[in-house]
Structures are given as C-alpha cells and as structure tokens.
Antibody
Framework: EVKLVESGGALVQPGGSLRLSCVGS????????MRWVRQTPGKGLEWVAN????????YYVDSVKGRFTISRDNAKNSLYLQMNSLRAEDTAVYYC??????WGQGTLVTVSS | DVVMTQSPLSLPVTLGQPASISCRST???????????LTWFRQRPGQSPRRLIY???KRDSGVPDRFSGSGSGTDFTLKISRVEAEDVGVYYC?????????FGQGTKLEIK
C-alpha cells in the first residue's frame, strides 16, 4: 500500500518558521520527483516546490523563493519543506506528492498572530 | 506564468449523461522536446487530489474508461462519457511543461 504521511503543520506567528516532513512508503521514493502543493482553505491548488530524485534540482513558485527550502533524505524516504519568514498568505493545507500520482493527506499550516 | 483557465466552474450533470471540462493555457504546453505535460486531477470532499489522466490522455490505473482526455497546444478537454455518483468532486487541470507548474481554478461537478 502506498502511503505519504505529512507532519509538522501548526499555528505560527507571522515571521516565524516551520519545517514540514513527509515520509513515503509502498513506492520507489528514491526515483520519484517529489513536490509540495498547497491548498488555501476552500480554494484551489497551488504548486509550491519540486525536487528531483537525487535532490540536485529544485524549483519554487516565485512567492516562496528565498523563504522556503525543499529537501529530501532518500535513506529515510523523507521529504521536507523548511518554511521561514512565514506570511498570512502562506496559510494552507500542504500536501506532499510523489510524481503527482501519490498524495499525502495534507498538513495544515496557519500563519496568524 | 502560464495561466490555466477551466470552464465551466460549476457543472451540474444528470446521472448517466456525459460531461466535459475545458482547460485552456495562455501559452502552448508543447515543450522544446516535443513533450506536453497536461494532467487532470479529481478531489472529492475531504480528500486529497487524485491523478486521473496524465500526458494529456493517459489514464491512471484504476480510472474507469468512461474518463478520457484529449487536446493539444493550448486547448485540452476532460470528458466523462456517462457520469456516475462517485464522479462528484472538483476537477483540476495542471500544466507541468513550464515553471512554475500551474493549476486551473477547478470545476465542481455535482449531480442534478
């Protein structure tokens, strides 16, 4: 059974930091392009960042460049998203996805004072 | 950025009837290598998105053959030949040909 389990979502103040984690199982994590996609409550989907299977290529949506960092540890089948300088507009459910075929259940990040 | 525009945004359909969703991009999704990355997802209430179609027209495993994808360049379509109750949800198209990857606004399919 394929599983992607995110964790790390929380309520954080503007300007704060958070690290999201995602652990995969049941598929070949080490050869998968991994992504973070977010969804604002009641709204649509927004791609946030991609990372290549070996971790060397990374891409970000402009609104998070310089603030968010995507990384992975293939030995642990794990994907991460370090989020710094958080803003109210970063409030969303964050999904990790493998090759866009496998999706986690999402973790809620709320940025509010 | 490539803007993906879906229509309609709301799609009430009678059970057993066909349904069609259009997805248009502001620039061609044909890459320099000739590949076109256009994907369709469905998100049921309270669930994560599920990929249905990739590479314009390839159905994922387990997706009923009443679902079909077509199109080229900037104009793409998802068709359901006969809508069933389990098809309700929000359908999204997504382009993966140009950075940043972008999604359509979503089309909410409901049963009349």
């Amino acid at each position: 059974e394929v599983k992607l389990v995110e964790s790390g979502g929380a309520l954080v103040q503007p300007g704060g930091s958070l690290r999201l984690s995602c652990v995969g199982s049941g598929f070949t994590f080490t050869t998968s392009w991994m992504r973070w996609v977010r969804q604002t409550p009641g709204k649509g989907l927004e791609w946030v960042a991609n990372i290549s299977p070996d971790g060397t290529d990374k891409y970000y949506v402009d609104s998070v460049k310089g603030r968010f960092t995507i990384s992975r540890d293939n030995a642990k089948n794990s994907l991460y998203l370090q989020m710094n300088s958080l803003r109210a507009e970063d409030t969303a459910v964050y999904y990790c996805a493998g090759d866009l075929l496998y999706w986690g259940q999402g973790t809620l990040v709320t940025v509010s004072s | 950025d490539v803007v993906m525009t879906q229509s309609p945004l709301s799609l009430p359909v009678t059970l057993g009837q066909p349904a069609s969703i259009s997805c248009r991009s502001t620039q061609s999704l044909v890459r320099s290598d000739g590949y076109t990355s256009l994907t369709w997802f469905r998100q049921r209430p309270g669930q994560s998105p599920r990929r249905l179609i990739y590479n314009i027209s390839k159905r994922d495993s387990g997706v009923p053959d009443r679902f079909s994808g077509s199109g080229s360049g900037t104009d793409f379509t998802l068709k359901i030949s006969r809508v069933e109750a389990e098809d309700v949800g929000v359908y999204y198209c997504m382009q993966g040909s140009h950075w940043p990857h972008t999604f359509g606004q979503g089309t909410k399919l409901e049963i009349k």
